[in-house]
């Protein structure tokens, strides 16, 4: 179902240094502050040529926040999942897992978050915190009705993270979401400080499981149980109770993982919700732990 195939699709503050100036032997002392770096910004272009689909990243990136923006020429909905992989392992290995819904996810997959979504002839950019190392991408979108995943197109392939770290960190946010897991069938989103118009986010997992974040507007007179069931089940009598062009997401993140995200959201009542599964497979949370919730912006 669609949802399925976009379940891959699916705070620092500044540091403050005090050095003491020189004096003239009174004992007064200054102060100098230190500003971080701001991220470096990195462009990742996706484009179609006949029946390939080829995203074009540069060989190797600088450890430290990096706001990356994915340009996306396809036609169709792009993402930007970033991964690491233990030792050993290839992203061959991983990539049929999207197209099984409940299957494991193997303990060496590492999701490191990346772009939710990109539409067609549009950019969207996204911070992480890049750490030393070989980080793996993907694409898992598709043409609408169907068709083959762009990762086997050719939308996939690696970079390595290497150098001298910037220094730079993550921008402090007021607004932020972060996944929790309260018990085995209780996981929800802590949201704060989500007001109309563009925000930008800090999307954090507290939990111990992988998740992302799918966000969808309420239809005028729709209600979110009427919400909960069509993303559940992709069951509607009519008119979807979600406006799909509202469609927003956030890439997938490991335990612990955080990154900053944009949105723009209008007054109104949400649903945010995660359909990724445990790392030993079974049913989305939206599922398994009702991580489906209405969050209303005002």
Same mark, same amino acid.
């Given at each position: 179902?669609?949802?399925?195939?976009?379940?891959?699709?699916?705070?620092?503050?500044?540091?403050?240094?005090?050095?003491?100036?020189?004096?003239?032997?009174?004992?007064?002392?200054?102060?100098?502050?230190?500003?971080?770096? *701001?991220?470096?910004?990195? +462009?990742?272009?996706?484009?179609?040529? @006949?029946?390939?689909?080829?995203? !074009?990243?540069?060989?190797?990136?600088?450890?430290?926040?990096?706001?990356?923006?994915?340009?996306?020429?396809?036609?169709?909905?792009?993402?930007?999942?970033?991964?690491?992989?233990?030792?050993?392992?290839?992203?061959?290995?991983?990539?049929?897992?999207?197209?099984?819904?409940?299957?494991?996810?193997?303990?060496?997959?590492?999701?490191?978050?990346?772009? @939710?979504?990109?539409?067609?002839?549009?950019?969207?950019?996204?911070?992480? !915190?890049?750490?030393?190392?070989?980080?793996?991408?993907?694409?898992?979108?598709?043409?609408?009705?169907?068709? *083959?995943?762009?990762?086997?197109?050719?939308?996939?392939?690696?970079?390595?993270?290497?150098? !001298?770290?910037?220094?730079?960190?993550?921008?402090?946010?007021?607004?932020?979401?972060?996944?929790?897991?309260?018990?085995?069938?209780?996981?929800?989103?802590?949201?704060?400080?989500?007001?109309?118009?563009?925000? *930008?986010?800090?999307?954090?997992?507290?939990?111990?499981?992988?998740?992302?974040?799918?966000?969808?507007?309420?239809?005028?007179?729709?209600?979110?149980?009427?919400?909960?069931?069509?993303?559940?089940?992709?069951?509607?009598?009519?008119?979807?109770?979600?406006?799909?062009?509202?469609?927003?997401?956030?890439?997938?993140?490991?335990?612990?993982?955080?990154?900053? !995200?944009?949105?723009?959201?209008?007054?109104?009542?949400?649903?945010?919700?995660?359909?990724? +599964?445990?790392?030993?497979?079974?049913?989305?949370?939206?599922?398994?732990?009702?991580?489906?919730?209405?969050?209303?912006?005002?």
């Amino acid at each position: 179902m669609r949802i399925g195939r976009r379940v891959w699709a699916f705070l620092a503050a500044s540091t403050l240094l005090a050095a003491a100036c020189g004096g003239n032997g009174s004992g007064a002392k200054g102060t100098q502050v230190t500003t971080p770096p *701001q991220p470096a910004k990195v +462009t990742i272009t996706a484009s179609a040529s @006949g029946k390939q689909v080829t995203f !074009d990243v540069p060989g190797s990136i600088r450890p430290g926040a990096t706001e990356l923006t994915l340009v996306n020429n396809l036609k169709e909905p792009a993402e930007f999942q970033l991964l690491r992989l233990d030792g050993g392992h290839t992203l061959a290995q991983f990539l049929p897992a999207p197209e099984r819904a409940s299957a494991p996810i193997p303990a060496w997959v590492h999701a490191a978050g990346g772009i @939710g979504q990109a539409l067609p002839g549009r950019r969207r950019g996204v911070v992480v !915190d890049l750490q030393a190392g070989r980080y793996y991408f993907f694409s898992a979108g598709s043409p609408q009705g169907g068709g *083959q995943p762009q990762y086997k197109q050719g939308a996939q392939g690696s970079f390595e993270v290497t150098g !001298d770290p910037t220094g730079a960190q993550l921008p402090t946010t007021k607004a932020r979401i972060t996944a929790k897991e309260l018990g085995a069938t209780d996981y929800q989103f802590e949201v704060s400080g989500l007001q109309p118009g563009t925000n *930008q986010v800090t999307f954090a997992n507290a939990g111990r499981q992988l998740h992302h974040l799918v966000i969808e507007k309420l239809n005028p007179g729709a209600t979110f149980e009427q919400a909960k069931e069509f993303l559940t089940t992709q069951r509607s009598n009519g008119r979807p109770p979600v406006d799909e062009r509202s469609f927003d997401a956030a890439a997938v993140l490991d335990t612990q993982g955080r990154q900053v !995200d944009t949105f723009m959201l209008e007054s109104g009542s949400y649903v945010f919700a995660c359909f990724v +599964t445990d790392r030993q497979g079974g049913p989305p949370h939206a599922i398994k732990a009702n991580m489906i919730q209405e969050v209303k912006v005002a």
